[in-house]
């Protein structure tokens, strides 16, 4: 008998993996038993019995078995070979759009026929297009599956019944020795639900009565003792990972808030309360010898930028220097513009370093942060260049988190003086649930700024098809003529910066020729940095009426006077991204509208989510619906598809897990560490690494 661990048995001593199955397998990460016993079905098909034909009904996957009563080719828009099949309860048409001839004169009338597929409506009656098929001779009968067919995810040359024949071996193998695979929960965890090996089992082979409607929901208590697995094991490595960045020393930093109330006093305005609720936080955090690891959530608008230069101001006065990293130069040069307003009076005028920064420029900018006379240092990725050497710096705050990845943020974590590490804040426009963010932020703690500066005044939010395009160009007319500004947003399905521009060129053009009395003008992210900052500069002074923008303008700027903003084609954003473009406009007293002017027709989906914006201003309850309509994919952006990918669980649908694996993973970390190596390797393998420290 073997009892060594299936998750030390490599792939390779199976019947049927050669080198490059092995290869193969490798790909989607499955080395060992144990990795292949964790690659879990999509999806099932159900084999196990004949359904008659009279009650099929649409897009069932079955088996159905009658006689060829018809058999003929058809040429219409396509050749086909069209099969009638009847089993007395009714008849059903088989459609073959390739077939030989030796094929066509096996389905002759009177052949008894057993096929599998999936039903669809035809012309006449329901159809299966190139179906399974076998022949039912009197001599044998065939036997029918005993289980659900398992579908396996899969990858080029690995076909359903390689993935079934391997499987069943590792099943079989557990069976003889269940020693082999540990219940990786606590006791306290387990009675509840069925053992591992259990679930396994039935996942891989489910009976044929099994409920194909709760397992195509994730619902089964088979998946759900996976899911719940699965989910303990994530939260404890961003745990994990939180504890390892923890244990390096950062330098504590003491103020007297002098800085800071001079800050304040020099304010046109005072903070709001959750903005002087996260300011605390923030403080308390800095005072530690260990580096604080913050996420300050706070809807567009609700203030962020002051609260970061608070806490810059705190790093400062007890003699540090302070990084802001922003994602685009646009961003980087309005926080720098804000900084320097706020801060120069107090005698730190802050450093902007680009990629546009070259040859002596650049080196005179690098003096000033190696040498410490630069406090604040404000860029674009910029900053994690190898040759940007920092004199002392113990504060590094990134702005509009979702577009970094983690290995950016550690990136800028290194340039920390070796011996230790500078605190980290990170902020963020786009609001998370709260749910998904204990899931996905475990390695951070939490801020939220949930109250809005007063006296705005919300948006009024239309949704209006294009073929009304003249009436809202004479709108962005009539509100220029009232010394109002507008913003005209262009996008595009594709991904292509180079056609959004094109599109984004394309608008402009036309609607110069049509507001011939407006200064109309173009941003997008094609341009120079120095062009776009030209633009950006022009429009916030007021000498640009109507700026036509790409989606470049979605983070951060800030021009009181634009209360009209265009969203071409909203259809084609997430609702979070929409939530933060129309940000843009209401930050003055002035009221504001933004027209969605789709394209027609819209998929009930769209109807479903631009609905939500029109009715809501309030961005978390938008990202929740954003969630449920889109998946946490889109809505995380990098964070979830690099990091965080789930094998079965689902952080929105099993958002009701939550709160117990919190407590499971408390559970495992404190008393059961020896399952928390396990439990990380079972379920995130090598993914894991980025977060080693
Ligand atoms: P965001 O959170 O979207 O980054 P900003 O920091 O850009 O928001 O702030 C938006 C605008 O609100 C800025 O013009 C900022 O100066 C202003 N602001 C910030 N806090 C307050 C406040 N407490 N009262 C009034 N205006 C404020
Ligand atoms: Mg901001």
């Not at 939260?235 to 930093?253: D, E, F, N, W, Y």
Request: hydrophobic fraction near 40%; glycine fraction near 6%; include cysteine.
């Amino acid at each position: 008998m073997n009892s060594k661990p299936l998750a030390q048995i490599s792939v390779s001593t199976l019947k049927g993996v050669g080198p490059k199955g092995a290869e193969r397998l490798a790909k989607l990460g499955i080395l060992s038993l144990q990795d292949l016993l964790f690659h879990l079905p999509l999806r099932y098909q159900d084999r196990t019995r004949i359904t008659p034909i009279g009650s099929l009904s649409q897009s069932d996957q079955v088996v159905i078995e009658g006689e060829v009563e018809l058999s003929d080719i058809r040429f219409g828009r396509r050749r086909s070979l069209l099969v009638q099949v009847a089993d007395g309860t009714g008849a059903i048409m088989l459609r073959f759009f390739h077939f030989s001839s030796a094929q066509r004169a096996t389905l002759g009338r009177g052949v008894r026929l057993r096929c599998f597929g999936e039903i669809r409506k035809g012309p006449s009656s329901f159809e299966m297009v190139h179906p399974e098929y076998q022949l039912i001779t009197d001599t044998k009968s065939q036997k029918l599956e005993a289980e659900l067919t398992p579908i396996y995810p899969t990858t080029e040359g690995m076909h359903q019944l390689t993935w079934r024949t391997l499987t069943q071996q590792v099943i079989d193998q557990l069976a003889a020795s269940p020693e082999t695979l540990a219940d990786l929960l606590p006791l306290e965890q387990q009675h509840t639900r069925p053992s591992l090996a259990e679930a396994l089992y039935y996942l891989h082979r489910p009976p044929p009565d099994a409920p194909l409607a709760q397992l195509f929901e994730g619902q089964h208590p088979a998946q759900q003792r996976l899911i719940f697995e699965e989910l303990t094991a994530h939260q404890i490595s961003l745990r994990q990972l939180r504890q390892q960045q923890q244990q390096v020393p950062a330098p504590p930093l003491k103020s007297s808030g002098k800085r800071q109330q001079q800050l304040l006093n020099n304010l046109p305005f005072k903070l709001t309360g959750a903005q002087r609720r996260v300011v605390d936080e923030i403080s308390t955090d800095l005072q530690h010898p260990y580096p604080m690891l913050r996420l300050v959530q706070g809807d567009v608008g609700s203030g962020k930028t002051v609260v970061s230069a608070l806490a810059a101001l705190t790093a400062i006065e007890a003699g540090y220097q302070v990084a802001l990293m922003a994602p685009t130069e646009l961003l980087a040069e309005q926080h720098h513009n804000n900084f320097t307003t706020w801060l120069a009076p107090l005698g730190f005028e802050p450093l902007w370093l680009t990629g546009r920064h070259k040859g002596r420029e650049r080196k005179e900018r690098l003096e000033k942060i190696a040498d410490g006379s630069a406090k604040v240092v404000i860029g674009t990725h910029a900053l994690f260049q190898d040759d940007v050497i920092f004199h002392s710096l113990s504060l590094v705050v990134i702005d509009e988190q979702h577009r970094f990845g983690v290995h950016q943020r550690l990136a800028l974590r290194e340039k920390g003086d070796g011996n230790t590490l500078p605190h980290q804040l990170i902020m963020t426009a786009t609001p998370i649930p709260r749910t998904l963010a204990m899931t996905a932020y475990a390695d951070l703690d939490l801020s939220i700024i949930d109250e809005l500066p007063p006296g705005r005044t919300p948006v009024t939010t239309v949704v209006i098809s294009d073929n009304r395009r003249d009436e809202v160009i004479s709108r962005v007319s009539s509100a220029c003529a009232d010394g109002r500004q507008a913003y005209w947003v262009c996008t595009l399905i594709d991904e292509s910066e180079v056609l959004q521009c094109q599109a984004a060129e394309e608008s402009a053009k036309q609607l110069t020729e049509m507001l011939p009395n407006l200064q109309v003008a173009l941003v997008h992210g094609r341009l120079k940095a120095a062009e776009k900052a030209a633009v950006m500069a022009a429009f916030k002074a007021g000498e640009i009426d109507l700026l036509v923008a790409t989606t470049v303008i979605e983070v951060g700027v800030d021009v009181a006077n634009a209360s009209l903003m265009i969203i071409e084609n909203p259809e084609r954003l997430g609702l979070a991204q929409l939530h933060q473009l129309r940000g843009r406009v209401g930050r003055g007293t002035a009221e504001s509208h933004c027209l969605l002017m789709y394209h027609p027709p819209l998929s009930n989906n769209a109807k479903a989510r631009l609905s939500v914006l029109r009715k809501s201003s309030d961005g978390f309850k938008i990202a929740e619906k954003d969630l449920e309509l889109r998946g946490p994919g889109e809505v995380l952006g990098t964070r979830q598809t690099g990091e965080m990918q789930l094998r079965i669980a689902d952080v929105v649908r099993d958002q009701d897990l939550l709160p117990d694996v919190q407590q499971a993973a408390d559970e495992i970390l404190q008393h059961h560490p020896e399952l928390v190596e396990p439990l990380i390797h079972r379920w995130l393998g090598k993914r894991v690494e980025f977060g080693r420290v």
